[in-house]
């Protein structure tokens, strides 16, 4: 993006920021369903994207329920950002009341083992809530890594929000972003991390709905690299204000194999957690971008570069 179109972007963020978090929460709510409408009319291509995604998640379904499905899932995605712009302002022990955990205790246990441990989450429903109800609820602070946006005051806005929830950010820098995760793992600490979409070299290739996408090895390298406990996590929204989660057994290491061979199968069990919570609740699954490699092979070839497409939204979270 140039220069005057950074400061744009920045500028809108800036005002969600500003005027969103004084809006009664009503107002809110109604105005994020106003925008998700007018956005979903348009038709436009994250729209599209996002039916292409959910034809391979709900491939029964029919042409109308897809489009019912990518309806509920943009007022979805903009009840995101609706609650994530008023989550600073927020009384903390709503944190507690807006959010049921299926499981927690499973969470509990893995972080008095001492061991640390790493959660893993798909972009469902809001997983900065959850991150706000770890820190409150369960009483555990926790390392993440944001990859880092341009124009580069927007990144720091967001550093800003999310350290104001509790939790600690870090660029997305290749090793030594993934070396003060081992860190905090090794000391008994809590890191979450955002893992169902991982463009990079490093990925590792999942069978996720009958095709082949690419997931992060973060989590799973640093399970084995630090003795770290790692688990699923799915969430999905009730009616407002509550939103749910399910705490996953825990992924455990194989006895056996190459660490390469250790990865893919852990990986491959992340997957499968996030494929069960996510055809349960297809319409709180924000990828409003390619996937799978199928699509993006598609866009290779037909733009004649290894280019990838999305659409404005929250720093993608990496695992390094």
């Known amino acids: ?60 379904a029919t042409p109308e329920r897809l489009r019912e499905l ?11 950002w609706m609650e994530s712009f008023r989550l600073p302002t927020m009384a903390k022990e709503r944190f507690s009341s807006d959010v049921e955990m299926k499981d927690d205790h499973i969470l509990r246990e893995a972080l008095a083992s001492g061991r640390g441990v790493v959660v893993a989450l798909p972009h469902l429903a809001n997983w900065d809530l959850a991150g706000a109800w770890a820190v409150t609820h369960i009483g555990v602070p926790f390392t993440t890594v944001a990859e880092r946006l341009k124009p580069e005051t927007l990144y720091d806005r967001f550093v800003a929000y999310r350290e104001s929830l509790g939790m600690e950010v870090l660029p997305h820098n290749g090793g030594a972003a993934f070396g003060t995760l081992a860190r905090r793992l090794r000391s008994g600490g809590l890191v979450c991390l955002v893992a169902d979409r991982d463009l990079s070299a490093s990925g590792v290739e999942v069978d996720f709905f009958g095709s082949t996408a690419r997931m992060p090895a973060g989590p799973a390298l640093l399970a084995q690299q630090t003795g770290a406990v790692l688990l699923p996590a799915t969430l999905y929204y009730g009616d407002a204000p509550k939103m749910y989660g399910r705490i996953h057994p825990p992924v455990e290491v194989p006895g056996k194999g190459t660490r390469q061979e250790k990865t893919a199968v852990m990986t491959q069990a992340v997957a499968d957690a996030f494929a069960q919570g996510i055809a349960e609740h297809p319409q709180d699954w924000h990828m409003l971008q390619r996937l799978w490699l199928e699509d993006l092979e598609d866009l290779r070839q037909a733009t004649g570069t290894a280019g990838t497409t999305g659409t404005a939204g929250p720093p993608e979270e990496r695992s390094a």
Not at 31 to 53: P, Q, T, Y
Not at 70 to 80: D, Q, V
């Open 1 to 60: 993006m140039g220069k005057a179109q950074d400061k744009l972007v920045d500028g809108l963020y800036g005002l969600g920021w500003a005027g969103v978090k004084k809006l009664p929460e009503p107002a809110a709510a109604a105005l994020g369903r106003r925008i998700a409408d007018f956005v979903w009319k348009r038709r436009g291509k994250s729209v599209l994207r996002l039916e292409s995604n959910l034809a391979r998640v709900v491939p029964d």
């Open 70 to 80: 990518s309806h509920e899932g943009m007022r979805s995605y903009m009840r995101y």
